[in-house]
């Protein structure tokens, strides 16, 4: 029996009819149109703090990202002091070193590194932070993304991480742009922020693997913050009747652990509902497909 195949919407696409085009269907990888740039530029932004500039992520997708600080050149960032980074606690504690021009760009790490006194270790401790989100965090610092980055390609997909499956049935791989897409939040980056969150989309993975994934955003983001939370809610609501078969036991912990969780879910296939018994909408059409994340069943 072959696998089903499953589509997510993105944050800004969420409310779509969920009859009908939301069956499996191959991904259209080249009907990124302007419009649905521009839709997912404006959602983002309103999500988000004010945003300045614009930078190309994948051929035919742009995410906006705030203007640094055009008066300091890379160099300038290499010889300003190094910093400490105790990140874990533990066995799992680890010490990582950054220079502290590329830190201050961090409002959070500019208030730490202020807060230094005279003759004391200039030592930052984050004992809760995952050491792999705060890796990706200094490799965006010092190379604007981190890895797997976005290629550049008409279908905008990850580069190949050999060490990863090419579907997530655990989770994993969802987690780690998640988590750094809570330390952006954190640490006041909002391009971190929309680049982690725009990786998570473009990722294939099975029901357990959505499942530990909402968990970990439902249990760490802020109940406002729909930019991450409303896809999620899409996603099942859109194929509950499929993936909780596949997922049973975990999606009914997952309503019972997060109430909030099957309150948004229950919401939208309400609105579906009352959608559909007022007779079509010629407004609710769906226009293409570029956005919807394609997964992989079970």
């Known amino acids: 029996m072959d696998n089903p195949e499953v589509q997510i919407p993105s944050a800004d696409n969420a409310d779509v009819e969920m009859e009908g085009t939301r069956e499996p269907v191959e991904q259209n990888k080249d009907d990124a149109t302007a419009e649905t740039v521009e839709q997912q530029k ?23 990202v705030p203007e ?13 002091p190094v910093v400490e980074l105790v990140v ?37 401790n984050l004992p809760d932070e995952s050491i792999d989100a705060v890796g990706s965090f200094l490799q965006f610092q010092y190379t604007g993304d981190y890895f797997p980055r976005r290629v550049q390609t008409p279908g905008g997909g990850l580069e190949h991480d050999p060490t990863a499956p090419d579907v ?26 929309t680049l982690a969150h725009s990786k998570i989309h473009r990722i294939s993975s099975t029901a357990r693997g959505e499942i530990a994934y909402a968990r970990y955003v439902y249990a760490n983001t802020s109940p406002d913050d729909v930019v991450i939370r409303r896809p999620i809610a899409a996603f099942w609501a859109t194929r509950s009747h499929v993936l909780r ?32 018994s007022h007779g079509p909408d010629p407004d609710s059409a769906v ?11 079970l």
């Open 88 to 124: 874990g606690q533990g066995d799992d504690q680890t010490i990582l070193t950054a220079h502290e021009g590329f830190l201050r760009e961090s409002p959070f790490f500019s208030d730490a590194i202020a807060a230094f006194k005279d003759g004391e270790a200039r030592k930052i």
């Open 68 to 80: 640094k600080n055009q008066g300091l050149k890379f160099i300038d960032h290499l010889k300003s």
């Open 168 to 193: 997530d049935d655990t989770g994993d791989q969802l987690l780690k742009h998640a988590r750094v897409y809570t330390l952006a939040e954190k640490l006041g980056s909002p391009a971190l922020k």
């Open 245 to 276: 078969h596949e997922a049973e036991m975990e999606f009914r912990t997952m309503c019972l652990e997060f109430p909030q969780f099957g309150f948004d879910v229950l919401s939208l296939v309400l609105d579906q509902k009352e959608k559909r």
């Open 42 to 64: 404006g959602n983002e932004k309103d999500a988000e703090s004010t945003q300045d500039t614009t930078v190309v992520a994948s051929e035919g997708d742009s995410v906006a």
């Open 287 to 297: 226009k293409g497909s570029a956005r919807k994340r394609q997964r992989a069943g």
